[in-house]
């Protein structure tokens, strides 16, 4: 059942908003949108050519990055991403095991994938997801190991997957409050996340980041809580745009953000704030002065990044995704279940990044010429991989 737009019925509907009236727009991409110019890309690719084999596709954009639902299980059922009940998980079988995945992973940093992201699902409830990190990082040609996680197990895993060679960890968190984190999450546990980010912490890890997606009347009067982490750790702290990727369309139900909002009410808190770097997606990217850390905001639904986007997405069900919008899957699983060798997987590879479309409106409009609007191959973000 689809929740409709912008009427009663959310799970978060209670809270009102500090803001005025905002809703995400039909389409996901609305129109006047920025293309990032695509320069870095290509002199990137130039390098990565003359060094070999790489993965790129017809518009000059080349593919370094891989990100790997291990799972499409979750021990939490966030609001936007799962339904509370009545969850159609694959059957286990169809799931990629532990050693196909490194053999992916084998194949993809030969065409020159440097960097793996795991995800999921929540990928701390992997049983092997240690090996995996492990696994990755040791693997010839990747330079740094990245995993996406809920927090909620990270306390006492944090240490093993340091040491398998863990480079960064996103931590999704989307409220400081504890009653707020059961009714978006559906479950308790905020404690064992902040007791993981400590941890975390204590260990060093050259990248931790908190991912918030910001939605409107929820947690957007939260701002000031989660900037004053900043104040003495070195972490970002990323404020995300909702996208339209669960089955109840909850991003159609008034909770949407913008990042062009949520800017001016950060600028107007500290309009001290100094521009800082950050990565290709982290569009608007701040440091309060005397703050060890910083707070980036990512329009993942009113701007285009599609112009520098170097993802591959590897579903848990071994499907190649060039696009988060993009419907079209190119499978793996059963080719390496049925005795294909490297260079046949390296071929599905280029082939499915080879085939990419301009951006994410192209590939979106083409799985709703598909399917309708609200159809879609993927119930959930948890399927393909966040
Ligand atoms: N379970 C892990 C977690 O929550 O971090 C990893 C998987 S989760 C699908 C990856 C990221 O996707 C999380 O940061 C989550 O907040 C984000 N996400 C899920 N559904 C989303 C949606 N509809 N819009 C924006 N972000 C979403
Ligand atoms: Fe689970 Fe992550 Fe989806 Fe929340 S966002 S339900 S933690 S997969």
Same mark, same amino acid.
């Given at each position: 059942m689809h929740v409709k737009?912008?009427?009663?019925?959310?799970?978060?509907?209670?809270e009102t908003s500090a803001w005025g009236r905002e809703s995400a727009a039909e389409s996901a991409f609305p129109a006047g949108l920025e293309q990032t110019p695509q320069e870095d890309h290509r002199r990137r690719a130039v390098a990565l050519q003359s060094t070999g084999s790489v993965l790129q596709d017809r518009f000059g954009r080349v593919f370094d990055y891989l990100r790997i639902a291990v799972t499409d299980r979750c021990n939490l059922r966030c609001v936007y991403c799962m339904p509370e009940e009545g969850v159609n998980f694959a059957a286990h079988e169809t799931l990629l095991r532990t050693e196909e995945i490194l053999r992916l992973i084998g194949v993809a940093s030969q065409l020159g994938v440097r960097k793996i992201r795991f995800t999921g699902g929540e990928p701390l409830v992997h049983k092997d997801i240690v090996a995996l990190v492990g696994g990755a990082a040791q693997t010839p040609g990747i330079q740094t190991v990245h995993l996406t996680t809920n927090g909620v197990f990270l306390r006492g895993l944090a240490g093993s997957l340091r040491r398998a060679g863990l480079y960064g960890l996103n931590i999704s968190l989307d409220t400081l409050h504890a009653e707020r984190f059961q009714k978006c999450?559906?479950?308790?546990g905020i404690e064992a996340v902040l007791a993981g980010l400590d941890e975390a912490l204590e260990l060093d890890f050259p990248s931790v980041k908190i991912n918030v997606v910001a939605l409107r009347g929820f947690n957007d009067d939260e701002l000031r809580g989660f900037a004053a982490l900043t104040q003495r750790a070195p972490i970002t702290v990323r404020f995300i745009e909702l996208m339209?990727?669960?089955? #109840?369309?909850?991003?159609?139900?008034? #909770?949407f953000a913008s990042t062009q909002t949520l800017v001016k009410l950060f600028r107007e808190l500290y309009p001290n704030c100094e521009v800082a770097e950050g990565s290709a997606t982290e569009h608007r990217i701040f440091q309060i002065p005397g703050h060890a850390g910083r707070v980036a905001f990512i329009p993942s639904y009113t701007r285009s990044l599609c112009g520098s986007c170097t993802r591959i997405r590897l579903t848990a069900d071994g499907q190649i995704r060039n696009c988060l919008y993009s419907e079209k899957e190119y499978g793996l699983r059963d080719l390496l279940r049925n005795g294909g060798s490297d260079d046949e997987v390296a071929r599905v590879l280029r082939q499915a990044m080879w085939e990419k479309l301009e951006d994410g409106r192209t590939a979106q409009r083409q799985a709703w010429e598909r399917r309708g609007k609200n159809g879609s191959a993927r119930e959930s973000m948890t399927q393909i991989g966040g």
């Open positions: 737009a912008e009427t009663g019925g959310s799970p978060l509907q209670e999450t559906r479950r308790a339209p990727f669960d089955a #109840h369309q909850i991003w159609r139900s008034g #909770h």
